[in-house]
C-alpha cells in the first residue's frame, strides 16, 4: 500500500479506504488504486487485517452432506449473501454424525472464523457444542435442521403446515390408505412432519394406522426395509408421504421392482421439490418446496448482522413458507 501511495502520490490512509471503496474516496481515485492493484497483483494481507479489525472475513458452515441438491442451494443463499460483503466460506460435511459435527465447529473455531451457520446432524441432541462457539465470541445460526430449545437464531421451514397440506391434497385426490416415511426420531422436523400428517386425517375422520408410520434413518438400505414393510401388510398404502425426494427415490425404486406401476397402483408425495424430479418418468405427484436457497440466505443475513454488531444481536426465529407443487398426471 505504502507503494501505490507513492506512485499515485496519496497516503497510504486513501489507499486503504479506496480498497474498501469507501465513500469518502472519489471515485477516480478508487479507480486508480484498483488498477494499480491489479497490475501490482497485490493481495491483502489476512493475518494483517485480522490484528486491525479482528475478524478474518471467514464463516463456517457446517451441512449433514454436500452430494444434497438442498444443501448446494443454501451453501449458493450463502455466498450470494456473503461474498459481496467480503466473506469467504468454509464448508465441512457432518455426514449426519454428531462427533463429526461437534469437531467441525471445534475446528472452524480455532481456524478463527467469524461466525458459523449450522444445519445439525440426524444425530444431534444437544447444543452444548453451539455455546461453545458463543462462548468464543463466534455467533452461531442454525438452519433447516434446527434446535429450537438452542439460544441461537434459527431459520427454518413450516414443515407441519406442509405436511398438513401434502395430506389435504391426497385425501382430495381419493387417496385414504396413506403412509409416512418419516425421518430419524432424533430430528425437531420428525415430530412436526408426523403433527401434520396425524392432524389433516384426523380432520377427515381417516383413522391413524400406526403401521403406516415409519422413521428412517435417511440410508437407502432402511428405506427399503421400511417401504418393503409397507408393501408387505394386509392392505398396502395407496399413497405415501416421503421425508424428502431422496427417501421419496428410493421407496420408489423398492415398488418398481415390485411389479407397481408409480402414479398409479401408488403414488407419492416428497419434500424438496428438487429439480432432478422434472426428469422422471414418472416423478412424485405432488413435492413441498422448503425454498433451501432462502433459507440460507436469511441465515446468512442473520450473521452478517451478528458479526457487525454482536452487542445489540438478539436471537431470531425464521419460518419459510412452505408451498405444495402439484404434478398430478
Known amino acids: 500500500m505504502k507503494e501505490i501511495a507513492k506512485r499515485l502520490g496519496v ?22 488504486v484498483h488498477a494499480l492493484v491489479q497490475q501490482m497483483g497485490y493481495v491483502p494481507n489476512s493475518t494483517a487485517i485480522y490484528l486491525k479489525k479482528k475478524c478474518t472475513f471467514n464463516i463456517g458452515v457446517v451441512l449433514p452432506f454436500l452430494t444434497e441438491q438442498f444443501f448446494s442451494l443454501a451453501i449458493s443463499g ?3 449473501t456473503t461474498t459481496p460483503l467480503g466473506y469467504s466460506v468454509l464448508v465441512v460435511q457432518s455426514r449426519n454424525n454428531f462427533e463429526r459435527e461437534r ?8 481456524h478463527g472464523v467469524d461466525g458459523i451457520i449450522v444445519s445439525v446432524a440426524s444425530e444431534t441432541q444437544t447444543y452444548l457444542h453451539l455455546d461453545e462457539a458463543q462462548k468464543h465470541g463466534v455467533p452461531v445460526v442454525l ?18 403446515v ?40 384426523q380432520e377427515h375422520r381417516i383413522p391413524v394406522n ?14 427399503i426395509r421400511k417401504t418393503n414393510e409397507l408393501l408387505n401388510l394386509p392392505e398396502p398404502p395407496q399413497a405415501i408421504l416421503a421425508f424428502h425426494d431422496y427417501v421419496a427415490l428410493d421407496a ?16 407419492f408425495v416428497s419434500f424438496s421439490n428438487l429439480s432432478f424430479c422434472a426428469y422422471l418418468d414418472h416423478p412424485p405427484i405432488a413435492s413441498i418446496e422448503q425454498f433451501p436457497y432462502e433459507m440460507g440466505q436469511k441465515a446468512a443475513q442473520i450473521l452478517m448482522a451478528a ?17 405444495l407443487i402439484q404434478r398430478l398426471e
Not at 469437531?103 to 480455532?110: C, D, F
Not at 400406526?210 to 440410508?219: A, D, E, R, T, W
Not at 458479526?307 to 408451498?323: F, G, H, M, N, W
Open 11 to 32: 497516503s497510504v490512509t486513501t489507499v486503504s479506504r479506496a480498497l474498501q471503496n469507501h465513500p469518502r474516496i472519489g471515485l477516480r481515485t478508487r479507480e486508480q
Open 78 to 80: 450463502i455466498e450470494d
Open 103 to 110: 469437531a467441525a465447529i471445534t475446528s472452524l473455531i480455532k
Open 143 to 160: 438452519f433447516d435442521r434446527v434446535i429450537k430449545r438452542a439460544p441461537n437464531s434459527c431459520v427454518y421451514s413450516d414443515i407441519m
Open 162 to 201: 406442509g405436511a398438513y397440506e401434502a395430506i389435504e391434497f391426497l385425501i382430495a385426490n381419493g387417496w385414504s390408505r396413506i403412509a409416512l416415511l418419516n425421518g430419524p426420531n432424533t430430528l425437531q422436523a420428525t415430530e412436526e412432519r408426523l403433527n401434520g400428517y396425524v392432524k389433516a386425517l
Open 210 to 223: 400406526i403401521h403406516y408410520i415409519k422413521s428412517v434413518n435417511l440410508l437407502r438400505e432402511d428405506t
Open 252 to 267: 420408489m425404486q423398492v415398488c418398481k421392482e415390485r411389479g407397481l406401476h408409480i402414479n398409479k397402483d401408488i403414488c
Open 307 to 323: 458479526i457487525a454488531d454482536p452487542d445489540t444481536a438478539t436471537r431470531q426465529e425464521v419460518v419459510i413458507k412452505s408451498k
